[in-house]
């Protein structure tokens, strides 16, 4: 047998101890000391201070394990330890989390957390104090319980079921919430990673309690209070962007920043003034390890739950798939301000959703009177209330105060929306209110008179905010339900200097045989004043400025516990409203439960969406009639796509006259003076405003060294034979036209797309000078037609396919680029709504000129520049070949020369079958149609290939001569 257990009856530790351990086995004839006894009551009033974060006699909080543990030994006469444990382990666990929960509040309160943080611990505390209010008012009732029943444990476990379920539901939501990084010394999260976190994961756990059963409401509106109340700052960081052009955002939480070094006035303005924030993808650990003592409750406080890697952190979901609009409608309104108007309405400074202007920087209104973050607690009240759609209602109405018959529907209806609508419109005094009183709600019970209306003229500070004395607006109430006192309460009526009296002091100094007179007993001021009229007035203004600054200065405001300043003071701007709508949903029963992307839909989204609609509109209106955008464009058109017929008619026949000759045109004032020459003798001259808007520059050379070199317009003369060629096709790549476009028009067509511009022009310059060298040939050919009838016929038959070619493309090109392609720009201008949508139509435009122009970075689109530039170049040999035989040549040139044509007629044959294998592939074709017209003009009549799309074979010269017939042999022979 093992030794039996021993009994010190001189150690009451160990005697204590045996004790306790033979009941902890079951053994109940041993009774535990009777110190540590308690009953029932006692143990239920312990629990209900202990979920009220208190310790008392017999639970206490260990900061060791950070858990509420029980007083060793404590025990009751009719439960067991067992059941004890079990019953009071529950409320343990539930105190504990409640306390852990403050511990996590206070320590982001300390931290001064960005204000979507605070929010969200704002609204954890609410739900902290909803909780262990709960628990006290269940303290109170048993305290005046006057029944005589005793409440039990087990009665307790079924009221405080909520209290209990819920308050491990915040901890976790809480724990999940805000990240381990967070409370790092230095922590690597940003105020908008934070943010972003912090939203998303109420957005998607609100998203996932959204479908509740029976008695599983409170979840969802604890969520829900937690999601508004968090999201309310960022909300009202959206109101000053969206309806004031402002990016209020001193702690970056917003998923845009301002780029500081690029202003309003600047040609980048538009892409790099403000900018979305760079994503970043990391694993946020949202868990913690909250210590407990007890293991079972450990294995949920300390669950983990990694949110893992996102694809994007730099917005919140609710926003992201118009946050590129947002940021572009603030930019707008920046615009809007810093142009002035040409009108006579003045600068707009703000437009609300409504298309109203707000004159004013800092505007009081946004949507029908309310500020964004109003507007959505108004119709949250009502979607979730009642399940009202409060958008269609407000979005009907231009002016809700404007619409008497409106607001009398609305003020009569018992709907909490309705309520809380009218309410903040009062208060705003945007609607008259019923009473007779004519200052307003502020005092509404008292009657009219004489002596209260005297008074209100007086004292106008005593009606709305005194900053001056807040407590003269804390106690409106007071001084309503109080008006006789008014004058007695009122500094300035009961205004003296106190009295000073020096009798005592004057009888020691100079006794009563002085000889003083009566006048001289005291200097009591209270009875008279000794000083001239002047100083009296003086006194008098003097005591007219207490009045107004001091209207009530002996009052003070009578003490609330946990009252809100937006019930303290004065209606207060993003404040007020959404605080009691909050406070409303703690307690409503919802009809129905929403999803989070329903509730932004209706509630937020669509009041942005017509905010951004709205700004487009205004801005798309100035951009087409006072800055002139699409007569910008034209001057564009009629520049870059050689759109005026004689604007560059002279500066290129120069040009093209220097190449032919060989002579040197590196000097850009000697080009800039041919242009402005050929602007000035032009009928398009009027397109430009200002002529030195365009300016011609020669492009520079750079070698592998970064060193300048002489551009090949400089290279000396070539002989007589090659000097058409001396530059190639590719000489024209040199010129580079710039024009000034007028700012704000600049933020569309800026120096990029000044470029692509450019490359298009450059390309029509290769086209114009092929179709200018083949006029020319032809001049020299029908001169010489008394040559050799063979070699004639054969130069004649290949400048025709030449100058076909050449014709059918300029024509090709005329029709696409020039006329169908500023077609579809203006069609796509009428459709766009908003300065991002205008850009993306205009590169559009440029993107669709420079495919039909193949001059885009594209593989096919540089097979088939390859092929055109080719032939392009065929036709300037030709004409070389022309003018070497204008000029007499020998016989062995001229053999030369023949042979020269045989291969250029090759070379473009096998162009030609190339560009039609190529253009017309049916998958070519089907993503870019307009290749099938292209094909039908160089192909005309099927010439080329047939309409099987089978290539003929390409004939001989004799062939060709059959073809065209016997009436055009005859002018030629």
């Known amino acids: 047998m093992g030794k039996p257990l021993c009994y010190d009856a001189g150690n009451p530790e160990a005697s204590q101890a045996l004790i306790n351990k033979i009941y902890s086995v079951g053994l109940h004839f041993a009774t535990p000391v009777s110190s540590l006894r308690t009953n029932e009551l006692h143990l239920v009033r312990s629990v209900l201070q202990m979920l009220q974060g208190y310790s008392g006699s017999l639970f206490y909080w260990d900061v060791n394990v950070n858990s509420f543990q029980p007083k060793s030994g404590m025990y009751v006469n009719h439960l067991s330890h067992t059941s004890l444990d079990a019953i009071v382990s529950q409320f343990m666990y539930a105190a504990t989390c409640l306390q852990l929960i403050e511990i996590l509040v206070n320590r982001v309160e300390k931290s001064k957390g960005s204000p979507t943080l605070r929010a969200f611990v704002s609204s954890v505390s609410a739900w902290l104090k909803r909780w262990r209010d709960?628990?006290?008012?269940?303290?109170?009732?048993?305290?005046?319980?006057?029944?005589?029943?005793?409440?039990t444990l087990l009665g307790l476990?079924?009221?405080?079921?909520?209290?209990?379920?819920?308050?491990?539901?915040?901890?976790?939501?809480?724990?999940?919430?805000?990240?381990?990084?967070?409370?790092?010394s230095n922590p690597s999260l940003s105020a908008a990673e934070l943010a972003v976190h912090v939203l998303d994961y109420l957005y998607k756990k609100l998203d996932e309690v959204c479908l509740v059963q029976g008695g599983e409401e409170e979840d969802y509106q604890m969520l829900l209070h937690l999601f508004i109340g968090s999201i309310l700052p960022y909300i009202e960081g959206l109101d000053s962007w969206l309806f004031e052009g402002t990016l209020d955002d001193p702690y970056e939480e917003m998923f845009f920043y301002a780029n500081t070094a690029v202003s309003v006035d600047e040609a980048d303005f538009w892409e790099k003034s403000y900018l979305l924030r760079q994503v970043r993808c990391q694993i946020l650990d949202v868990g913690r390890a909250a210590p407990s003592g007890a293991s079972d409750r450990a294995s949920v406080v300390n669950d983990k739950k990694g949110v893992g890697q996102r694809e994007s952190i730099s917005c919140p979901l609710f926003i992201k798939d118009i946050a590129k609009s947002i940021v572009s409608a603030g930019k707008s309104l920046q615009l809007i301000r810093h142009i002035p108007m040409t009108s006579s309405e003045g600068s707009c400074c703000g437009i609300d959703g409504f298309g109203n202007l707000n004159k004013g920087v800092d505007r009081e209104e946004s949507i029908a009177g309310l500020t964004l973050s109003e507007v959505f607690c108004v119709s949250l009240a009502g979607l979730v209330g009642h399940g009202d759609h409060v958008f269609q209602y407000i979005a009907s109405k231009q002016k809700l105060e404007c619409d008497d018959g409106v607001i009398e529907s609305v003020r009569g209806s018992e709907k909490t929306w309705c309520k809380f609508l009218v309410d903040t419109l009062l208060e705003k005094r945007l609607i008259e209110t019923k009473s007779p009183r004519a200052y307003g709600k502020s005092f509404p019970h008292v009657e009219v008179d004489s002596m209260v209306a005297d008074l209100v003229e007086k004292f106008p500070l005593s009606r709305s905010l005194c900053q001056e004395n807040p407590v003269?607006?804390?106690?409106?109430?007071?001084?309503?339900?109080?008006?006789?006192?008014?004058?007695?309460?009122?500094?300035?009526?009961?205004?003296?200097?106190?009295?000073?009296?020096?009798?005592?002091?004057?009888?020691?100094?100079?006794?009563?045989?002085?000889?003083?007179?009566?006048?001289?007993?005291?200097?009591?001021?209270?009875?008279?004043?000794?000083?001239?009229?002047?100083?009296?007035?003086?006194?008098?203004?003097?005591?007219?400025?207490?009045?107004?600054?001091f209207p009530f200065p002996t009052l003070l405001p009578s003490f609330q516990d946990d009252l809100c300043m937006s019930e303290l003071l004065p209606f207060q701007k993003n404040s007020t409203l959404p605080s009691r709508v909050l406070t409303w949903i703690q307690y409503f029963e919802p009809r129905s439960t929403p999803l989070p992307v329903v509730i932004v839909q209706e509630c937020l989204t669509a009041y942005i969406q017509?905010?951004?609609?709205?700004?487009?509109?205004?801005?798309?209106?100035?951009?087409?009639?006072?800055?002139?955008?699409?007569?910008?464009l034209a001057v564009l058109r009629a520049i870059y796509l050689l759109g005026s017929g004689d604007l560059l008619q002279h500066f290129l026949t120069v040009i093209f006259n220097k190449l032919d000759k060989g002579e040197t045109w590196d000097d850009d004032f000697e080009l800039n003076t041919i242009l402005q020459e050929s602007i000035r003798n032009s009928a398009d001259g009027v397109l430009l405003s200002v002529p030195d808007s365009l300016v011609v520059s020669l492009t520079k050379i750079q070698d592998l060294n970064g060193n300048e070199q002489p551009s090949m317009a400089s290279l000396p003369s070539t002989p007589r034979k090659s000097c058409a060629n001396s530059l190639g096709m590719d000489g024209l790549d040199l010129l580079q036209f710039t024009y000034k476009v007028s700012w704000p028009l600049e933020l569309i067509a800026n120096a990029e797309a000044i470029k692509k511009y450019n490359q298009v022009m450059g390309f029509l310059l290769k086209v114009k000078r092929a179709k200018f060298v083949l006029d020319k040939a032809r001049r020299w050919m029908w001169k010489g037609r008394g040559r050799a009838a063979n070699s004639y016929k054969h130069h004649w038959l290949v400048e025709q396919k030449?100058?076909?070619?050449?014709?059918?493309?300029?024509?090709?090109?005329?029709?696409?680029?020039?006329?169908?392609?500023?077609r579809e720009l203006c069609e796509g201008m009428a459709a766009a709504r908003s300065l991002d949508e205008v850009i993306e139509?205009?590169?559009?435009?440029?993107?669709?000129?420079?495919?039909?122009?193949?001059?885009?970075?594209?593989?096919?689109?540089?097979?088939i520049a390859t092929r055109i530039n080719n032939i392009l170049g065929l036709a300037l040999d030709f004409y070389s070949i022309q003018l070497t035989l204008?000029?007499?040549?020998?016989?062995?040139?001229?053999?030369?020369?023949?042979?020269?044509?045989?291969?250029?007629?090759?070379?473009?044959?096998?162009?030609?079958?190339f560009l039609l294998r190529v253009l017309s592939f049916k998958l070519n074709v089907g993503h870019?149609?307009?290749l099938a017209d292209l094909v039908t003009r160089i192909n005309y009549n099927h010439f080329y290939m047939s309409d099987t799309g089978n290539l003929r074979t390409l004939p001989s010269s004799e062939n060709i001569t059959s073809r065209l017939g016997k009436a055009f042999l005859g002018r030629t022979d």
């Open 134 to 151: 709960i628990a006290l008012k269940e303290e109170v009732r048993i305290s005046k319980d006057d029944n005589g029943t005793t409440p």
């Open 157 to 184: 476990a079924s009221s405080l079921s909520s209290l209990c379920s819920g308050a491990e539901s915040l901890l976790q939501i809480v724990h999940s919430a805000i990240p381990q990084v967070y409370f790092e």
């Open 472 to 549: 003269t607006t804390v106690c409106q109430k007071i001084l309503s339900k109080n008006v006789d006192a008014w004058k007695t309460l009122n500094l300035s009526r009961n205004f003296s200097l106190p009295p000073l009296n020096d009798e005592v002091l004057r009888e020691a100094i100079f006794g009563w045989e002085s000889g003083s007179t009566s006048s001289a007993n005291g200097t009591n001021y209270t009875f008279g004043f000794r000083f001239g009229e002047s100083e009296h007035n003086r006194s008098q203004d003097d005591s007219k400025m207490l009045q107004l600054l």
């Open 610 to 632: 017509k905010q951004v609609d709205c700004i487009g509109r205004h801005v798309l209106s100035k951009l087409m009639n006072d800055w002139k955008l699409m007569d910008e």
């Open 802 to 822: 030449l100058l076909h070619f050449v014709d059918a493309f300029h024509q090709y090109v005329m029709d696409r680029v020039y006329h169908n392609a500023w």
């Open 841 to 863: 139509v205009h590169d559009l435009y440029l993107l669709t000129i420079q495919r039909q122009c193949f001059v885009v970075p594209d593989k096919l689109w540089a097979l």
């Open 886 to 913: 204008s000029g007499g040549a020998v016989s062995a040139i001229k053999a030369k020369c023949e042979m020269e044509v045989d291969r250029i007629e090759k070379q473009f044959d096998d162009c030609i079958a």
């Open 928 to 930: 870019f149609p307009h």
